[in-house]
């Protein structure tokens, strides 16, 4: 839709000619990874403000970041179809919760902040680990339980951490996240280094007590925290009209600003988060509700389809995706070609692929570990085994 | 790590079946209060469905009781609440938001009005942002209005316990921390039987209780189940088994671990007495006393990490009761002292095999 209002509207037509022009004549076709000049885009739909003004609809990208954004999404995407195959072939046991449909929301939020700015969010956090620079070798690793995951096979697919890129992880316990996201910020504010924190949270989450605590903590310390409400719509098999009474949840902090965001347009929520750090370090706290969807269901013990039509699903796989968004946008300002693209996704599969394959090589961490890292030092725990006479350790 | 999962799996199928006959026949005597009826063949149900059961009946007898909590109304995550909305309609079965805290502290509120609530707190590791509500609300409710009013009609389930494959989120035991709390009662019951008496007189009892389901034996653990409408008595432990050379005590899933370990000690000669406590808080200490003063030893065993277990106060109780005639320290056979541990689950649990050397090391004192 923005695409054909982009190409159509006189306006914006004004806007392209000069790249259009300049691409027309193929001796000239600039190379598509390293091009900086600026490309205007129309989001999709405006953003909704509450108690704020909206930022623009036009959002300043470039054909290496677009480009980019096709990568790594198509990157996520493939991931998390992977460990869909792995957990089934049980590979991947516990828990597994999948992003796929929601990488706009990991994608543009990284395009508008630093590895200095802190993200803290729920189980649902491979992509926003991938977004963040971790590799796709600590991911499979991780999901399988083995020593060279991101958290050394300790935590799983709920716990992925990563220290040097700000990413705070990883939380199983529903909600208790957001008040974390707000301590976090509280140390931002204080070391006075123009860094803000991003709390996720999910639609399911909104709902909890916790976020209202940290809210009114955060408004009343005028603390830059961005609260981000993934909104996908189901918390697990409960669709939000079901669960809360005002579905608007960027509206749910009352005299916290707010701002509803397409969140399967990653200009968008590129924009969006711009808008909110800024905003985040001038006045204090913001809620973005990123309004996205995910394909698979709550976990993988979860079909997706009992609380849902499949029509609804494939619906917005056909109208919304997000990587079709950038495909098409990619191909209509004529960034790359079909085949490019269709290139790039067949690399980020082998990728994958390879990924896992040395995944699989690593170990599964030495039984001794499950004693380490409970404490710092000095506990001094017996444990023994079944034959009390040996294997007597004195925990570290 | 999958073979010995599957193999405990395989293990409490094993043990389920037959060993329970004899204590549920015991249960179903007494149930049926030891009259001559005839025994009629009594249909054979999981956990989730006894407790289903128990949930229908609790409903069908007092029509001011509710059942609420995340996703209860379309059967629930572990099918325990299956049929209960259509049978007596959304307005007494419903879907709460997920919010633990705001759960408890409705259904201290709708008890105190009288009604019979029970709330489902969907794995009792989420149970802690209730917590506050449940110790400092529910527990004193009564003490601290003078018997003015009181919020017995709170009943809080949630499933508890290893599963397999749960790691630090699905798998916690926390019955612990509640039985610290006087004014509150804790049980865990560990099998279909006895899960729907003693549901029913958790529900029915004058005082806000925590019932913690093992999630492992819900589809595992099938045994026959009377029909009709009876309770279990709360605050008496159970012997399901009679020995003479050491008394274990265990609760919930744990059982059936213990038990195997009983069966494997009695081929090396060593004959165990094997108590269910059934409820934890407040605990039968005389039971309990009374078989420690036949065999002179004592054997605890919890999925919970051993430091400040609830085999801590067992075991502190007894010592005090039963110091001249123990003839051995007591043995504490429990989760070690880390967060429950994903990949490391099979070290982690209290195992047969460590149970079995802890009975040896303890009559061989």
């Known amino acids: 839709m923005a695409l054909s209002r982009a190409a159509s509207s006189p306006s914006r037509a004004a806007l392209l000619k000069p790249l259009a022009a300049a691409i027309s004549s193929s001796l000239f076709r600039r190379p598509i990874s390293t091009d900086t000049t600026p490309i205007t885009v129309e989001t999709s739909v405006p953003f909704t403000a509450h108690r704020c003004e909206a930022p623009s609809r036009t959002v300043e990208t470039t054909a290496e970041e677009l480009v980019g954004f096709f990568r790594t999404m198509a990157l996520m995407r493939r991931a998390e179809i992977a460990a869909d195959s792995l957990y089934k072939a049980k590979l991947i046991r516990g828990f597994c919760h999948l992003y796929d449909g929601q990488e706009a929301v990991a994608i543009g939020m990284e395009a508008a902040i630093t590895k200095k700015d802190c993200i803290i969010t729920a189980y649902r956090d491979h992509c926003i680990y991938l977004g963040r620079g971790g590799t796709l070798l600590e991911v499979f690793a991780e999901l399988m339980g083995r020593q060279a995951g991101c958290s050394k096979g300790k935590g799983g697919s709920m716990h992925f951490y990563k220290k040097d890129a700000g990413f705070y992880g990883g939380h199983g316990i529903v909600g208790a996240q957001i008040p974390l996201g707000i301590g976090l910020a509280f140390a931002q504010k204080y070391k006075k280094d123009e860094s803000v924190s991003f709390a996720l949270y999910g639609d399911g989450a909104a709902n909890q007590g916790q976020l209202f605590e940290a809210l009114n903590m955060a408004a009343l310390w005028d603390l830059p925290a961005i609260l981000v409400c993934e909104n996908n719509h189901y918390g697990m098999g409960t669709a939000e009209w079901r669960a809360a009474k005002s579905p608007a949840y960027y509206k749910r902090g009352d005299y916290v600003p707010g701002l509803k965001v397409d969140g399967m347009d990653a200009l968008a929520v590129k924009q969006a988060c711009k ?88 170990p599964m961490p030495d039984p001794s570990e499950l004693f380490t890292n409970v404490y710092v030092k000095g506990y001094g725990v017996e444990s023994f085994g079944a034959d009390r006479k040996e294997v007597r350790a004195v925990l570290p | 790590m999958a073979t010995s999962a599957a193999q405990r799996f395989g293990r409490r199928l094993a043990s389920s079946v037959p060993r329970r006959r004899f204590s549920s026949s015991a249960a179903a005597a007494a149930a049926t209060g030891g009259s001559a009826v005839q025994r009629t063949q009594n249909p054979s149900l999981n956990l989730c469905s006894a407790i289903n059961q128990a949930l229908h009946i609790a409903l069908d007898t007092d029509p001011r009781s509710y059942v609420f909590g995340e996703d209860v109304s379309f059967g629930g995550v572990f099918r325990c609440t299956v049929g ?282």
């Open chain 1, 275 to 362: 808008f909110a750090k800024e905003h985040a370090l001038k006045n204090g706290p913001i809620i973005l509700e990123m309004d996205t969807y995910r394909y698979h269901g709550h976990s993988m013990s979860d079909p997706g389809s009992t609380y849902r039509t499949r029509d609804e699903i494939s619906g917005v796989r056909q109208e919304r995706d997000p990587i079709e968004r950038i495909r098409k946008l990619v191909l209509s300002l004529d960034l790359a070609t079909e085949k490019e693209l269709k290139d790039i996704e067949k690399e980020v599969r082998k990728e994958v692929d390879d990924a896992i394959a040395q995944a699989k090589e690593s």
């Open chain 2, 84 to 365: 209960l909305a259509d049978r007596f309609g959304k307005g007494r079965v419903f879907n709460t938001p997920l919010c633990e805290q705001g759960i408890v502290g409705f259904g201290i509120g709708l008890a105190a009005m009288g009604n019979r609530a029970v709330a489902e707190i969907q794995f009792a590791d989420y149970i802690f942002p209730a917590f506050d509500q449940i110790v400092n609300e529910a527990a004193k409710f009564r003490y601290r209005s003078g018997n003015q009013f009181n919020c017995g009609g709170l009943t809080i389930r949630a499933p508890y316990g290893a599963v397999g494959h749960g790691g630090h989120y699905h798998s916690q035991s926390p019955e612990a921390f509640f039985c610290h709390v006087p004014g509150i009662k804790v049980v865990i019951p560990r099998s279909p039987s006895q899960a729907k008496g003693l549901l029913l007189s958790c529900i029915r009892d004058p005082n806000p209780i925590v019932f913690f389901e093992p999630k492992w034996l819900y589809r595992l653990a099938v045994e026959e189940v009377p029909e009709h409408d009876y309770t279990l008595p709360l605050s008496e432990a159970e012997v399901i088994r009679e020995g003479t050379d050491i008394t274990l005590v265990g609760w919930g899933a744990q059982l059936s671990v213990m038990e195997e370990a009983c069966l494997d000690a009695e081929n090396d000669g060593i004959s165990c007495e094997l108590i269910d406590l059934k409820t934890l808080l407040p605990w039968d200490k005389e039971t309990v006393e009374a078989s420690v003063r036949k065999t002179g030893r004592l054997l605890i065993s919890h999925e919970a990490p051993v430091t400040g277990g609830f085999g801590a106060e067992i075991s502190a109780s007894i010592v005090e009761r039963c110091f001249l005639r123990l003839q051995a320290p007591v043995a504490r056979i429990c989760g070690l002292d880390t967060p429950f541990p994903l990949v490391f689950e099979p070290f982690y649990l209290p195992t047969k095999n460590k149970i079995l050397d802890a009975i040896k090391s303890t009559v061989n004192y």
